[in-house]
């Protein structure tokens, strides 16, 4: 279609400039026919631009459907927000996920907290009005999957960190986005408790991993004691009754996790990992008895499980 456009416009250039009115005549003929490919072309190309968007459509709301109707086909989650990610600019793909979105369980998306929050802007398009509600009602229902990155995302690191943000518009937008849900979170009657304790936490977390002293070197223990950080760590994190971040926790559909493991104690010495920004290994022992042995470390607040 595109080449017939632009052959016809090729001919119709010619013809306005030729004096010759033979050849003037053959490429009005040329000009014409031209013309008339691209007109036929063009109806088929916006039949089928039809159809795929009514395909597009169909496809979104009966995985969406399909997802509200059953749990054996969970993983088509993942499709659901390929395709609503390549078309978010289409209206359409987001009316047909705006149709049905609100009706599927959040839990379903839950596993997919950290594609969906890295995609939020500060935006007042429909898509991110949508993702970003998607976002809020995963760490509402299910705050163990959801407010970890929700906090390091708001969470300002350093004032390096903020002259490097400051250059990046989309690093920008993300983080005022997080900022936002962070303060829907802590204004919400159901998650304002659970927010206040994981991120208190993370904050813990994130000042131990900021702590520089003489002795961190690498693979050396250290007795927790010798950092300030570390001694705050011991004695509020088990008052808070979080559990290890790293603890692998099962999506409950009926969104209780009043009866998770929570920590509380650490073994008093930690170790350092290689790495620039010396990350410290901990290991928080929970309620269930288990240690949870964990990576603490930045740029940014990130907590993995080892060994």
């Given at each position: 279609?595109?080449?017939?456009?632009?052959?016809?416009?090729?001919?119709?250039?010619?013809?306005?400039?030729?004096?010759?009115?033979?050849?003037?005549?053959?490429?009005?003929?040329?000009?014409?026919?031209?013309?008339?490919?691209?007109?036929?072309?063009?109806?088929?190309?916006?039949?089928?631009?039809?159809?795929?968007?009514?395909?597009?459509?169909?496809?979104?709301?009966?995985?969406?459907?399909?997802?509200?109707?059953?749990?054996?086909?969970?993983?088509?989650?993942?499709?659901?927000?390929?395709?609503?990610?390549?078309?978010?600019d289409m209206p359409l793909a987001t009316r047909a996920v705006a149709k049905y979105?609100?009706?599927?369980?959040?839990?379903?998306?839950?596993?997919?907290?950290?594609?969906?929050?890295?995609?939020?802007?500060?935006?007042?398009?429909?898509?991110?009005?949508?993702?970003?509600?998607?976002?809020?009602?995963?760490?509402?229902?299910?705050?163990?999957?959801?407010?970890?990155?929700?906090?390091?995302?708001?969470?300002?690191?350093?004032?390096?960190?903020?002259?490097?943000?400051?250059?990046?518009?989309?690093?920008?937008?993300?983080?005022?986005?997080?900022?936002?849900?962070?303060?829907?979170?802590?204004?919400?009657?159901?998650?304002?408790?659970?927010?206040?304790?994981?991120?208190?936490?993370?904050?813990?977390?994130?000042?131990?991993?900021?702590?520089?002293?003489?002795?961190?070197?690498?693979?050396?223990?250290?007795?927790?004691?010798?950092?300030?950080?570390?001694?705050?760590?011991?004695?509020?994190?088990?008052?808070?009754?979080?559990?290890?971040?790293?603890?692998?926790?099962?999506?409950?559909?009926?969104?209780?996790?009043?009866?998770?493991?929570?920590?509380?104690?650490?073994?008093?010495?930690?170790?350092?990992?290689?790495?620039?920004?010396?990350?410290?290994?901990?290991?928080?022992?929970?309620?269930?008895?288990?240690?949870?042995?964990?990576?603490?470390?930045?740029?940014?607040?990130?907590?993995?499980?080892?060994?």
């Amino acid at each position: 279609m595109e080449r017939k456009k632009q052959e016809a416009a090729e001919f119709h250039k010619l013809v306005s400039q030729e004096k010759n009115k033979q050849l003037k005549y053959n490429y009005q003929r040329a000009y014409n026919r031209a013309n008339t490919w691209y007109a036929l072309d063009k109806v088929e190309y916006e039949r089928l631009r039809s159809n795929r968007e009514n395909f597009l459509q169909q496809c979104l709301e009966n995985y969406l459907l399909s997802l509200q109707a059953s749990d054996q086909y969970d993983t088509d989650v993942l499709r659901v927000f390929s395709l609503w990610l390549e078309y978010s600019d289409m209206p359409l793909a987001t009316r047909a996920v705006a149709k049905y979105l609100a009706k599927v369980p959040s839990g379903k998306f839950a596993l997919l907290m950290n594609q969906l929050s890295s995609r939020i802007q500060a935006e007042g398009t429909d898509f991110q009005r949508l993702l970003s509600g998607l976002v809020f009602r995963v760490c509402q229902d299910h705050p163990y999957h959801g407010m970890h990155q929700i906090f390091a995302m708001q969470n300002k690191l350093s004032a390096k960190d903020d002259a490097v943000r400051s250059k990046d518009d989309t690093a920008r937008s993300r983080q005022n986005a997080a900022t936002q849900i962070a303060g829907l979170l802590a204004n919400d009657k159901h998650a304002r408790k659970y927010w206040m304790m994981v991120s208190q936490s993370d904050e813990l977390y994130h000042n131990l991993a900021m702590a520089k002293n003489d002795q961190t070197k690498v693979g050396r223990e250290i007795p927790l004691e010798k950092f300030f950080e570390a001694k705050e760590l011991l004695r509020k994190i088990p008052q808070l009754e979080v559990p290890p971040a790293t603890l692998a926790i099962d999506i409950r559909p009926d969104c209780d996790y009043t009866k998770v493991p929570v920590i509380r104690a650490f073994k008093p010495k930690m170790s350092i990992a290689n790495g620039l920004s010396a990350p410290k290994i901990i290991s928080a022992q929970a309620s269930d008895g288990k240690f949870y042995k964990q990576l603490v470390r930045l740029p940014q607040l990130f907590i993995e499980q080892i060994g």
